[in-house]
């Protein structure tokens, strides 16, 4: 006999199944799910059936049958209109290929030099905010983000050729984004999606021309894309090129922005721990000392409170896919044409996995509780399998280092006390955040780094940060 399928969630209304709630608070209707039925439950958005699976061994399903059972083209159909074909959204065969490229931009060597550059764009914003003010943070860091991710795989010359222009038509393509509606409807921000999407190709295009012309000059992210052949050795076409740097942008910078912002406001309202981040800047990372990765990887306490933040407040607290085959899941059967999704809210969250799971206390990844080891399906923040985010590591650096020199170099308060949960159509973030900042007295940023006079660098150098 066959087993059943997952049973439903209460609340579902004629017709709209869970849809309304699932738009204004899905976060609650996956834990009512939860504490009725366990780690597999249904809803149902109209006539969709959507099954929910929650903790490791569900997890490892989900990610497991990606590309088998489960598809992840489907869920994610409404970002061609702006993307194209690219990775997931593209033919397995032609992902495959292409996530060798995307690959090869975090490979070792380059991740040191974005170390570098990060470094640098962070230390012009820092020198910028003056000496004293309040900023709305998640504002700040986005724009900071944009500044880095430009910077890394734009190259810093063509980011700073084209200037600000870029990411205002970036964000008139972003803001296209409608998981809903289709894409071809005459509604004026599909209008201006399409009309931001030909702009960038027209400016990005000549900058790819150039670099056909001298390959030699150039050794980056977007020379790598440049360069890419087919395995029969056609060079890619230009539209690829713009639309996987595009790509990459847009998986990178909401979702990075969303989590360091966080990373700055749990420090701040927890001042204990925040205390033992301090120590640690001064010991490991003091003023004006280079933060190679080597130095990045001992700033412990920052990168525990990271991965606190990707439990407690993942940018991305869903994740979909088609059910193309019949899947078994513990007792239950999710027939083919169901949706299957994993919910990160609830899933990071159980108490059989994290200790106390309400309370940041990022000590719990610390030797001797290593709670994250427990199964490496328990944290699902960055994805899992395959699809595994392949920015995981360059977005935890650029975190640690945010976090690092920021309160390296300034003593910080919220003015917003209790920023709230911002959900949308894309990453969720904080929402609005206002912060004041002091910058730390000079004597005492070379008391700091007189405590390691051997290994204290140059300032670092100004670089290309296009704000206006
Ligand atoms: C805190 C920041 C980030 C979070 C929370 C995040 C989260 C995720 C998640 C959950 C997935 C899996 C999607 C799925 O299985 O459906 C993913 C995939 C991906 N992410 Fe990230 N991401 C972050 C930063 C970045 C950055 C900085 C980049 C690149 C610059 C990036 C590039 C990608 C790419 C290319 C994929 C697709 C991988 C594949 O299908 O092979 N992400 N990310």
Not at 183 to 208: C, G, M, T, W, Y
Not at 231 to 251: C, H, K, S, T, Y
Not at 273 to 295: F, K
Not at 372 to 394: P, S, V, Y
């Amino acid at each position: 006999m066959s087993k059943p399928t997952p049973p439903v969630v209460s609340g579902a209304l004629p017709g709209l199944g869970h849809a309304l709630e699932f738009r204004s608070d899905r976060t609650a209707l996956m834990r009512r799910g939860f504490e009725e039925h366990g780690n597999t439950f249904a809803i149902k958005l109209a006539n969709q059936n959507v099954a929910i699976l929650i903790g490791p061994e569900n997890h490892r399903t989900f990610f497991m049958e990606t590309d088998k059972a489960l598809g992840i083209q489907e869920p994610y159909r409404f970002l061609r209109a702006m993307f194209g074909e690219v990775l997931f959204l593209a033919p397995h065969d032609v992902y495959l290929d292409q996530r060798t490229v995307v690959l090869e931009a975090f490979r070792r060597e380059k991740m040191l030099h974005y170390a570098d550059v990060m470094q640098e764009v962070i230390q012009v914003w820092l020198d910028r905010l003056g000496d004293s003010g309040e900023i709305e943070l998640v504002s700040e860091i986005t724009h900071l983000v944009q500044e880095v991710a430009g910077n890394c795989f734009l190259g810093r010359e063509v980011h700073q050729q084209l200037g600000r222009e870029f990411w205002d038509l970036y964000i008139d393509l972003a803001k296209g984004l409608d998981p809903l509606l289709p894409p071809n409807l005459p509604l004026p921000k599909f209008v201006r999606r399409d009309r931001a999407k030909a702009r960038l190709q027209s400016i990005l295009e000549p900058v790819i021309v150039e670099r056909r012309r001298h390959p030699e000059r150039y050794d980056d992210f977007l020379q790598d894309l440049v360069n890419k052949r087919y395995p029969d050795g056609r060079l890619a076409e230009q539209d690829l090129i713009v639309n996987l740097l595009l790509g990459l942008m847009f998986a990178g910078h909401e979702t990075t922005a969303g989590q360091a912002a966080w990373t700055i406001i749990l420090l701040l309202q927890n001042p204990d721990y925040l205390r033992l981040v301090q120590q640690e800047v001064q010991q490991v990372a003091p003023y004006g000392v280079h933060i190679d990765p080597r130095r990045t990887m001992q700033l412990d306490h920052i990168s525990w409170a990271v991965r606190e933040v990707e439990r407690m407040r993942p940018s991305v607290d869903m994740l979909m896919r088609t059910v193309e085959q019949d899947v078994e899941v513990g007792d239950y059967l999710i027939p083919q044409g169901w949706l299957a999704q994993v919910a990160q809210d609830v899933a990071h969250n159980l108490p059989a996995l994290f200790d106390d799971p309400e309370t940041f206390d990022p000590l719990r990844y610390a030797p001797g509780r290593t709670e994250d080891k427990q199964d490496r399906f328990a944290l699902i923040g960055f994805g899992g399998g395959t699809h595994k985010c392949t920015g995981m590591n360059f977005a935890n650096m650029e975190m640690t280092l945010i976090t690092a020199l920021l309160f390296q170099q300034f003593d910080l308060e919220l003015v917003t006390a209790h920023p709230q949960v911002q959900r949308g159509l894309g990453a969720s973030r904080p929402g609005r955040t206002l912060l004041r900042y002091r910058r730390k007295p000079q004597s005492e940023l070379l008391a700091q780094s007189a405590l390691q006079p051997a290994e204290t660098g140059a300032a670092p150098s100004a670089t290309t940060f296009s704000r206006n």
